[in-house]
């Protein structure tokens, strides 16, 4: 296991914990900008100054959000998945390739920027035509609305919450989390126990498929695994296999 697996698997560990901690804060704006540093800081402790690539998304999307609201979800899809594919190919416009977990996160802010634009749309359109709705459409109308504010984007993508490994989540849900007093209910050490049972039948997968076949064989050239095809397929399992079971 390289350094940056055992960065990444340290993050998770300290993520799992901290949990109970964050979930007990009840002044909302402290929690907010705790839950955004904390984010921000495992962000560049995995990334190191690649954690730049998040701004220049964020920054772009707040733009856009606030610039025509009733169009920002093709406009953010369009500036984010452009930036996405950037990303990927850095090392053609002489950037180094990012470290292999910013990858991740990198695709969660991606979503995460797309799917506010999204409600963002949805939610003004929706007021526009809110006399002609029923009643029970205006609760749900009432209910999904919100004013957004430059600072609520920084908290709700840099949230330290499904920056690792996911999962993604919407802004409503957000919003929730952090208004609504139902996490306090909910019974977290039960099922964090429960997911921590096959714990050892995962990191026993992991290190058999890391011994026999190494995740590194596949950012090697693509014509080594042209002629070792059967690296290239065992590579491609041990990917989805770390990264379901992460999940």
């Not at 002044?27 to 495992?42: C, P, Q, R, S, V």
């Not at 058999?208 to 076949?213: A, G, H, N, R, T």
Request: proline share 4%.
């Amino acid at each position: 296991m390289n350094k940056d697996d055992v960065i990444y698997s340290l993050s998770l560990i300290f993520c799992i914990l901290f949990g109970y901690i964050y979930r007990n804060i009840n002044n909302k704006e402290f929690k907010k900008w705790i839950g955004t540093i904390l984010g921000l800081f495992l962000m560049v402790v995995l990334g190191g100054y690649h954690t730049l690539h998040l701004f220049v998304v964020c920054i772009g999307n707040i733009f856009i959000l606030f610039h025509n609201k009733k169009k920002c979800h093709l406009l953010s899809f369009l500036f984010s998945f452009t930036y996405l594919l950037f990303f990927r190919t850095t090392v053609y416009f002489g950037i180094p390739y990012p470290p292999a977990h910013m990858n991740m996160i990198q695709m969660m802010f991606t979503l995460k920027m797309v799917g506010l634009a999204l409600d963002l749309e949805n939610c003004t359109l929706a007021m526009g035509d809110y006399d002609n709705k029923t009643d029970e459409q205006k609760a749900e109308i009432i209910y999904s609305y919100f004013n957004l504010t430059v600072a609520d984007v920084f908290h709700y993508s840099l949230n330290y919450i499904g920056i690792v490994t996911g999962p993604y989540f919407r802004y409503r849900t957000f919003l929730d989390y952090i208004d609504l007093p139902f996490s306090k209910y909910a019974n977290c050490e039960k099922h964090t126990l429960k997911k921590l049972r096959i714990f050892p039948l995962i990191a026993v997968i992991f290190l058999f498929l890391s011994y026999y076949w190494p995740i590194s064989v596949s950012c090697q050239p693509n014509e080594l695994l042209i002629i070792v095809p059967q690296k290239n397929f065992f590579n491609t399992v041990h990917g989805h296999t770390v990264f379901g079971t992460c999940g």
